[in-house]
């Protein structure tokens, strides 16, 4: 048990709460304390100290101090002392066995504010299952830790042998079995693909294309050749001719052609009549339409030969067989194939011979172009230089395309390789190949090691799952039966219900349950359904919430096998509750000081400490008997321990009264409007205690004379009769100096002589009416 509270400094208001002498503890203390005094500073202390906490503590420093918290108790089990100390930073040991009620119990595992959340659920199932269901819990929370340290081992294996997968998957990865000769596979495998992929390059590969035959149409020549004009003027031709004789250019004909549509009457160079000239006349005999487009046929007939057999034509065929060389020199890899032969010289020469006998002819048809020029014969051995020139490039072509068929053929043939079938067949020798490496089996390994003991920790998280279910069911079961008798002890009108454990809040179970109120199922809802729907937010009162979780908390306590090792410390444990609840906390708390090995208990309710002690004193012996004390306010405004007279606090305000105007009276006070204040309510507590079934607590002064002056034998009221004058005339002094009868109370002056001797009236009053 905790046995001396030694020192506490820099904790809130508890700058420094021991001055003196350390505060001692009993098996059964009380420490009493108005709201705002520290007591659930102290409390949190204490929960810290259970817990081993050091934020908490450090949380609470006072505000306007530079010095760390230190806190000191002493332990005292008998046999063994221990000095438990925080001095800034941390505790030194703990008291596990400390287990606390206050708000932040409610908060964490019954309910906040207006909701019973997921957190509340899952902290009131570990509370309420006790040390067993709570080791076997811990051992499930264990083993997720183990199972998730065991997935994060798989993980790191993943991430390690991602670059070793290739196109595999892990799990195909790990499988992977080893092959002999393993090297000769890869290397037959890498050129099979290299030929494979080759062969993609080969159908792309160029070819030798064929010869166009030369293509040239006679007919049209000969016709052109051997056209004749009869139209033209006999001399015109002779004159003209003889004319142009006198002249070497050859562009003279064509000049004197052009000039023909130029001048009109007169020479465009001299400028003299040229009308009656026989060399004009001639002119326009010999240049007439006909002539013209004669002589045109025989110029384009002369650029055709030129296209067909000229040296454009020539150097296209020449490029043509020597691009096809070089394609042919490149098949040769792959496919038997001779050279094309083929004489270009002899084709350039024949190709030259025809074009000169063709221009040949033209030449002289431009020179005569009235006469018929050529013989069959001339057009027969052309054209059939022509054909033997064709035949041969026709035999050229004839190489060409067998090439072309053995290509195909060839092609053809190795297009039955797939080169990524060819391309995954290796890939997978080489990732065989890298499974084998001695880091990655050492990182397979431990990948399947983990899968493995993960599957092992799995089946064994479901058995003790299993173990754990069973005793929530259990334990669940029985500790429903237990709170709602203790909430039925309370005199509440409601319990709960379909208590048990459920696992929706993912791998740690929680609990949950529901309410019942006047025979109705209401569920715990959500902090929205206030406003929407019956739920824990709005069917409950705050003296039935808080009754709820002191019934939860006791029903665990009575089920603990080692209470008799238990240290419980109460925080205001009747706070909201009525007169009827607190007589009942009570004596629940008496029970538990029974089995409990220390009760510390905090109270800003001086009545109910009182009451408390006196329950304790009657139940328990004189070793028992409780040790109360008080925090209450010290130097700047900082709390202190000290000795607590309960009985003097609890006196009552009739009490507190008495002694005001006593002191007065007796020449012990000077607050002469303290004094005045009090008399009223002296006699006011004097009635109420003398008649207590009579006069109603809160009834006024006046209302309560007037009752008097009406009241008649039986009415015990009618023994006031000889002293009602006297309550009077006391009533009228005290009621100014009281707000609801004179608004200007505070004002109102005193003459102390008068007062003083109002207040020896009171006293009279009191003691000689009885």
């Not at 809802?525 to 709005?538: E, W």
């Not at 003097?648 to 305000?653: D, G, V």
Request: with cysteine; hydrophobic share 35%.
């Amino acid at each position: 048990m905790i046995n001396k509270i030694i020192r506490i400094k820099n904790i809130g208001l508890l700058f420094d709460a021991v001055p003196e002498a350390p505060v001692k503890l009993e098996k059964n203390t009380i420490i009493y304390a108005e709201n705002g005094r520290g007591k659930s500073t102290l409390t949190s202390v204490f929960r810290a100290c259970s817990l081993n906490e050091s934020k908490r503590v450090k949380a609470q420093k006072t505000i306007d101090s530079s010095d760390e918290p230190v806190i000191e108790l002493l332990k005292d089990d008998g046999d063994k002392k221990q000095s438990i100390l925080f001095s800034g930073t941390s505790w030194n040991a703990s008291v596990p066995e400390m287990i606390v009620f206050d708000s932040e119990f409610v908060d964490q595992n019954v309910y906040s504010g207006f909701e019973v959340g997921s957190g509340q659920k899952k902290s009131l199932l570990e509370f309420a299952l006790g040390d067993d269901a709570v080791a076997i819990k811990n051992k499930i929370i264990e083993l997720n830790e183990k199972i998730r340290e065991e997935t994060k081992k798989r993980r790191d294996a993943e991430k390690k042998l991602t670059g070793f997968l290739g196109k595999l998957s892990i799990e195909n990865f790990v499988v992977l079995a080893p092959i002999k000769k393993l090297e000769e596979k890869i290397k037959s495998a890498e050129k099979k693909l290299a030929n494979a992929k080759r062969s993609v390059q080969i159908q792309k590969q160029p070819k030798p294309i064929s010869i166009k035959n030369i293509e040239f149409k006679f007919d049209s020549l000969i016709l052109l050749l051997q056209k004749e004009m009869k139209t033209l003027e006999d001399n015109a031709e002779a004159i003209v001719q003889e004319h142009l004789q006198k002249h070497s250019s050859e562009k003279t004909e064509d000049w004197l052609s052009q000039g023909q549509s130029v001048y009109e009457q007169d020479c465009p160079f001299c400028g003299q009549q040229v009308d009656d000239v026989k060399l004009i006349q001639a002119y326009q005999s010999y240049f007439s339409d006909e002539y013209n487009n004669l002589k045109k046929d025989i110029k384009r007939q002369t650029a055709e030969i030129k296209r067909v057999f000229g040296e454009s034509s020539l150097l296209n065929t020449k490029n043509t067989i020597k691009t096809n060389k070089t394609h042919t020199e490149s098949w040769k890899e792959h496919i038997l194939i001779s050279d094309i032969e083929f004489d270009i010289r002899g084709c350039e020469t024949q190709i030259s011979s025809i074009q000169n006998e063709l221009l040949y002819l033209t030449n002289e048809k431009q020179n005569k172009p009235l006469d018929s020029i050529g013989t069959e014969g001339d057009f027969k051995k052309t054209e059939k230089n022509l054909d033997v020139l064709n035949q041969k490039i026709n035999n050229y072509n004839k190489q060409v395309q067998d090439i072309l068929e053995k290509i195909e053929v060839y092609i053809n043939k190795i297009k039955g390789e797939n080169v990524k079938e060819l391309t995954d067949d290796l890939e997978i020798l080489e990732t065989i190949q890298k499974r084998q490496n001695p880091t990655v089996v050492s990182i397979v390994n431990s990948y399947q090691n983990a899968i493995s003991r993960k599957k092992e920790l799995q089946q064994e998280k479901e058995l003790v799952r299993d173990e754990l279910d069973s005793l929530m069911e259990k334990t669940l079961e029985k500790y429903q039966k237990r709170v709602n008798r203790l909430i039925a002890s309370f005199h509440a009108k409601f319990a709960i219900e379909k208590m048990k454990a459920d696992y929706r809040s993912g791998g740690n179970p929680r609990s949950n349950y529901g309410l019942v109120i006047r025979g109705n199922s209401i569920k715990l809802g959500k902090r929205d359904d206030k406003l929407t729907t019956q739920s824990f937010a709005n069917a409950l009162s705050e003296a039935d919430k808080r009754t709820l979780a002191f019934s939860f908390f006791v029903a665990r306590l009575e089920q603990d096998r080692n209470l008799d090792k238990r240290i419980i410390i109460l925080d205001d444990p009747v706070s909201s509750l009525d007169i009827n609840r607190r007589r009942e906390t009570i004596r629940t708390i008496v029970k538990l000081a029974d089995s409990c090995q220390q009760l510390i208990v905090f109270s800003h309710d001086a009545y109910f400490v009182r009451d408390l002690r006196d329950k304790l004193i009657d139940k328990h012996s004189d070793s028992a008997i409780p040790k109360i004390h008080e925090i209450h306010q010290g130097e700047k405004g900082y709390s202190v321990f000290d000795t607590c007279d309960i009985d003097n606090i609890c006196a009552s305000t009739y009490y507190y009264h008495y002694q005001i105007v006593s002191d007065y009276a007796n020449a012990k006070s000077s607050d002469t409007r303290e004094v005045a204040k009090a008399i009223r309510p002296l006699l006011e507590g004097y009635l109420h205690r003398r008649f207590p079934n009579r006069i109603s607590r809160g009834q006024t002064f006046g209302k309560t004379l007037r009752d008097i002056k009406d009241a008649e034998s039986p009415d015990i009221l009618s023994y006031l009769h000889p002293v009602l004058k006297e309550l009077n005339e006391l009533n009228d002094y005290a009621s100014d100096f009281h707000h609801d009868t004179n608004l200007d109370a505070d004002n109102t002056p005193i003459n102390k002589t008068e007062l003083q001797s109002f207040s020896e009236r009171a006293l009279k009053l009191l003691h000689q009416s009885g």
